[in-house]
């Protein structure tokens, strides 16, 4: 029995405040399944990232197959499979944000923070990822730390939002 | 007519209940309780609305294909997944007009006999998901919608609203992927037919409206569908939300009359381009739209089906504007990476097609590539269009034909200076270390 992490130790549990959280989730759908993406939700937030461990949880307080939920999880980018910073900075370089200057932006970030695409800094607290369109395009180039967007930025600018964050 | 607003009015705090309410808000819903859900069609399809997503298809015709008679339950699906490269006018609505949105709903669902309706906004989008949630919490504390709608409207029908969150997929912006999305599955895009309004959500009849979309249902049932029609151009009335960006002075939404000039867009409301210089090209309705020369922009007009003839399409209504020092390889390998990126791996040729284009095009951008490169960048993207279950394959495409084909000269500059490397797969010939490149300057 090598490399079973699946079953052999079980250490993720969701709180009861979130398990209250999923059971309001799932009546808003007429299956279990279609609240899988609102419990991976929950659990990142809970655990910060998605592990096979916190997959085979959802399984079993949705009571659906943790292959379904392993096929979502990988599927789409905002679910996380490993730790990322404390500030989670993304920067559009798409269309709209390259003509404004966004891989400047991007360059500027990635020296500062000296991490590439995806990287975590040492200390844990900065994690860079670069992102497709962010519906920002009018108001390019932007960046987003933890989801909130940074819009009409200057390179002096996204240095003094990266300063600020502690 | 220039000063009409249908779906984000100049009012201050439109997006408070009071101010909402004062300002004629759910008139259109009341009015709409009084009439039958055949007339509710008949209005939409009499004023000629058409979809805002990209397809601009007919929004009242949508809703007459949903059955009339059937046991199962109906549900509408409202678009709110915006991720189109160009596009950001729904994020406007979720913030400065949620109200007239999820009117816009209650009547949808009436209209097309729905009981549940599920709003699906991008996961990105998560301050506007909040903003929406608030909006839609208070409108359920105040009794228009759920259960207590009998009170408030003297209606036996009732409907709920869900706000669905999406995790940062542009794939779900498909009708069929956004179904599979929202019933928990990887939500690939789905083989039509059978059409979203026989076999939708959970196998159930189904229909899709883009949230802008849904947004102009309230005014049209509230002024009459003879005001709607009167709008802008004749078969595209109404007005549409204009996403400005790239080299303008002024970027941002304008909701302006469909028909209006595409350079009265660029010039008088976003302010020409910066540093006074000429347009290089313009692509008219989102990243996937064939894109326009900025010499061919005169007498443009604004609306599905000018901008068919002028060769390209309404999308979105997102406008990106590059001027003459662009460099049109660059930003079509960063178009092609977005669809690489974003392709759902189901079919093949989008699959695939999608990374040799992007490969093809690197090879542009460094130097490397030869004439004979843009005539396979082509060939591939043909190979592409309507080869897939879905339309993304033809998004991919369509850039990559159009701007090679339309901007040929420009294109034939960046591989002039090129190194013609002697290898007889052009693919594999990208690879850097197959080839020495010194040997072959000697």
Sequence with gaps: MTNNKFLKSMSFKFTEENLKRIEQARKKYPTSLAAVMDTIYIAQEQNKYVTHEVMQEIANVLNVDPVDVLGVVHFYTMYFSKPMGKYHIQVCTNVSCMLRGAYEIWDKVKDKLGIDNLGVTKDGKFSLEEVECMGACGYAPMISVNGNYYENLTKEKVIEILDSLQ | ?442
């Design chain 2, 1 to 442: 007519m220039e000063n009409v607003k249908i779906v984000l009015p100049d009012i201050n705090n439109l997006n408070q209940w009071d101010v909402y309410l004062s300002s004629g808000g759910f008139e259109g819903a009341k009015k709409a309780f009084s009439k039958t859900s055949d007339e509710i069609i008949d209005i939409v399809k009499k004023s000629g609305l058409r979809g805002r997503g990209g397809a601009a298809f007919l929004t009242g015709l949508k809703w007459s294909f949903m059955p009339k008679t059937t046991d199962k339950p109906k549900y509408l699906c409202v678009n709110g997944d915006e991720s189109e490269p160009g596009s950001f006018k729904d994020r406007q609505i979720f913030e400065y007009n949620p109200f007239q949105l999820i009117e816009g709903i209650i009547i949808t669902c009436y209209a097309i006999g729905a009981k549940v309706a599920y709003l699906y906004i991008r996961g990105e989008y998560h301050k506007w998901i909040n903003l929406m949630q608030k909006a839609l919490d208070e409108t359920y504390a105040k009794g228009y919608v759920g259960d207590k709608m009998k009170a408030v409207f003297g209606t036996d029908f009732s409907c709920d609203i869900f706000i669905h969150k999406g995790a940062g997929a542009y794939i779900c912006g498909e009708e069929s992927s956004l179904m599979n999305s929202i019933e928990g599955k990887r939500p690939y895009p789905r083989v039509k037919p059978p059409f979203p309004a026989q076999n939708g959500l959970w196998g159930n009849p189904t229909t899709i409206n883009n949230v802008e979309t849904i947004t102009n249902v309230p005014a049209i049932i509230n002024k009459g569908w003879e005001w709607y029609s009167a709008i802008g151009a004749q078969k595209h009335p109404g007005t549409l939300l204009f996403g400005l960006s790239g080299h303008v002075n002024k970027p941002g939404v304008y909701e302006l009359p469909t028909g209006i000039l595409l350079t009265d867009l660029i010039n008088n409301f976003g302010g020409g381009v910066p540093g006074g210089k000429k347009i290089k090209c313009v692509i008219p309705g989102g990243s996937s739209m064939p894109p326009l020369r900025g010499d061919k922009l005169e007498g443009v007009k604004m609306d599905a089906e000018s901008l068919k003839e002028a060769g390209s399409a309404i999308g979105t209504g997102g406008v990106i504007v590059m001027d003459e020092d662009t460099n049109l390889a660059k930003v079509l390998a960063r178009i092609t990476k977005f669809y690489y990126h974003e392709s759902c791996g189901q079919c093949t040729p989008c699959r695939e097609g999608t990374g040799w284009m992007l490969k093809t095009l690197n090879r542009i951008i460094r130097g490397e590539a030869t004439s004979p490169d843009l005539d396979l960048l082509i060939n591939v993207a043909s190979n592409i269009e309507g080869n897939t279950v879905c339309a993304l394959g033809d998004a991919a495409a369509w850039p990559v034909k159009f701007m090679i084909e339309r901007f040929r000269d420009e294109f034939e500059k960046y591989v002039k200076s090129s190194v013609v490397i002697p290898v007889p797969n052009k693919v594999h010939s990208m690879r850097k270390t197959a080839v020495p490149l010194e040997g072959i300057r000697k």
